[in-house]
């Protein structure tokens, strides 16, 4: 297993987001993690890389308990994150940016071999061109793009995709999941976060469901579509339990 | 190391080699003093900006660094008989030591309530020396005239300081340039962007700010104790005035944070302003009213100061203006 996450619970004042949450990842898969917004899906993220401790549980990753360290402690031992709003480094150049996954991840490279390993990454994602750009001058789409670069620069063992196909138009969803099957095929595990039902289904070899921070249910995308408490939990939004029901 | 093929780090470091140069060679009194004074402000800008430019930490306190370290150094030099620039070095460790106390105590906090807590910082530090007998309270300390003997007289001494500031302030440049050009540069670079992303994305935020912070107090201490040397005497008003923290922060904005030429450029044309200013029946007074406008119109239109300007107007001379 590369990470386990057992029973994670985090409160945070009077608001229970996540309750006893527990699944894994073995090496290699794609996993999908769906549910309605305000469902907990960015705080597990949050949890597992870091950003907030859990208030109780644990999360192992590739068998080290990392409950509690910091961000960057997780960053360099092989995890990185894309976010969902995008969060370029505005004035530096979109070399510079993905110069930083590759320095500060799980290699830590020096500035120079950096260099050479952003343009690897960055000719991944198809922003090889914009590499003299400055960020913040990055269209949505682009910025997106330039958010798994920099992730993937840091050559990790696992990579957190927390929405990076939400604003695309279609062409550029397809582009997208393409570039996700190819990472998957360079053998990173991928844990996402993904509202854009048809490419989350098609692409993810296993699928979990978060409903008010409680794990409803998990299993191949097909089980998983027509479980009847995923549908209830889509209920309150008709045009996404319409597309769950036509898959 | 292709890192020394820069222009831009030739370019800053030879205006400040050459300028130097040219003051020895020529020798004269006046043109020290002067040059003593933009040399003294080129090293505290820059070394402002490795935490203000670098980092994005706005710093009103730095001036603490330069009185509490030229006191110590200060201190060394006439109560324990050091030499000069083995207490200058004395007072650069303590104020790198007392950045990383503040350090522990106020890095933590972000934006305005960093900016705030580092103005409430110089108080302190006023108040402190002020009332602590070492260091000749409230009078402060005057060195004893026999301890320019060892430089040959008086008249030496004063050259012998300038010297060394001299070197102090290339070494300002040089550390400044290899600061930017490193990985814990871009990591510096990662926080001042953002900071949450920056710690997701590995850089070791907390550890790295206060070694920015340290780096950049420790030079201050230098240049306090050579400034004081040259005086003759150190009192706390002269050590802890707020309004030179103010000047500095705004000789960066005004030249470009972040950039090496920046503070330089910021430096020269803030002095040169300055002494106009000063010397004008009208605006005699009122001259930092009129940095405060300055820096308000900086911020407002030009946030990336002189220097910042004219590497986006002409992209062909970016390589020297780094």
Redesign the interface.
């Known amino acids: 297993m590369i990470l386990q996450v057992k029973e994670v619970s985090i409160r945070f004042g009077g608001l229970q987001a996540l309750s006893d949450v527990s699944f894994e990842l073995s090496p290699g898969e794609i996993m999908g993690l769906i549910g309605p917004n305000g469902a907990g899906k960015t705080t597990l993220f949050n949890v597992i ?1 870091g ?1 907030y401790p859990p208030t109780s549980g644990e999360v192992v990753f590739r068998d080290e308990k990392i409950t509690g360290l ?3 402690e997780v ?2 031992r092989g995890l ?2 894309a ?1 969902q709003v995008v ?6 150049t979109v070399r ?1 940016n993905v ?3 590759a ?3 799980r290699e ?4 120079g071999a ?1 260099a050479a390993v952003a343009e690897q990454a960055l000719a991944q994602v198809g922003l090889r061109d914009r590499a003299e750009q400055m960020a913040g001058n990055l269209n949505v789409a682009q910025k997106k793009r330039l958010e798994l670069a ?1 992730a993937l620069a ?1 050559h990790p063992y696992l990579l957190l995709l927390d929405e990076v196909l939400a604003g695309l138009n279609p062409s550029e969803i397809t582009e997208m999941v393409e570039t996700g099957r190819r990472i998957r095929d360079e053998g990173i595990t991928i844990l996402m976060i993904e509202h854009v039902m048809q490419a989350v289904m098609s692409v993810s070899d296993r699928i979990i469901v978060l409903d008010y921070g409680q794990l409803i249910a998990g299993g191949k995308p097909e089980e998983v579509a027509s479980n009847p408490q995923v549908i209830e939990a889509y209920l309150g939004d008709p045009e996404m339990t319409a597309k769950l029901m036509a898959e | 190391m292709n890192a020394w093929r820069q222009p831009g780090f030739w370019f800053s470091f030879l205006l400040i080699f050459l300028g130097g140069l040219v003051v020895l060679v020529l020798r004269q009194d006046t043109l020290r003093e002067n040059a003593f004074t933009i040399l003294m402000f080129i090293g505290l800008a820059s070394s402002l900006n490795i935490l203000m430019g670098y980092t994005g930490y706005v710093n009103f306190g730095h001036i603490v660094f330069f009185g509490l370290g030229g006191y110590f150094g200060f201190f060394l030099v006439s109560e324990m008989g050091w030499p000069v620039y083995l207490a200058a070095l004395g007072g650069g460790v303590l104020s790198a030591i007392i950045a990383l106390i503040i350090g522990a105590a106020v890095l933590r906090l972000r934006g305005a309530y960093f900016a705030l807590a580092t103005i409430g910082v110089n108080e302190a530090a006023r108040a402190f020396v002020s009332n602590f007998e070492p260091f000749g309270g409230s009078t402060g300390l005057f060195v004893n005239f026999s301890a320019y003997d060892r430089y040959g007289g008086a008249a030496h001494a004063l050259w012998f300081t300038f010297i060394l500031l001299w070197l102090v302030v290339l070494a300002v440049v040089v550390v400044s340039y290899l600061v930017k050009r490193s990985r814990f540069g871009l990591g510096l670079s990662a926080i001042r962007e953002d900071e949450d992303t920056a710690m997701v994305m590995g850089v070791n935020a907390p550890r790295d700010k206060t070694k920015a912070f340290l780096i950049s107090a420790f030079f201050p201490g230098l240049i306090g104790t050579l400034y004081f040397f040259k005086n003759g005497n150190v009192e706390p008003d002269d050590a802890f005035r707020f309004q030179m923290s103010l000047e500095i922060l705004v000789m960066v904005m005004l030249g470009g944070k972040g950039l090496l030429l920046g503070p330089i450029i910021g430096t020269f044309a803030y002095e040169r302003l300055r002494g106009y200013l000063i010397i004008s029946p009208i605006f005699k007074n009122l001259h930092l009213a009129l940095s405060g406008g300055i820096l308000l119109l900086i911020v407002l239109f030009v946030p990336g100061g002189a220097v910042g300007w004219l590497r986006d107007r002409l992209p062909k001379l970016r390589r020297w203006l780094e």
Do not use: I, K
């Open positions: 890389n950003v910091p961000s960057y960053a360099r990185a994150r976010h969060r370029p480094l505005n004035d530096l510079e110069m930083v996954g320095c500060f991840g830590r490279h020096s500035r950096a920099r840091a």
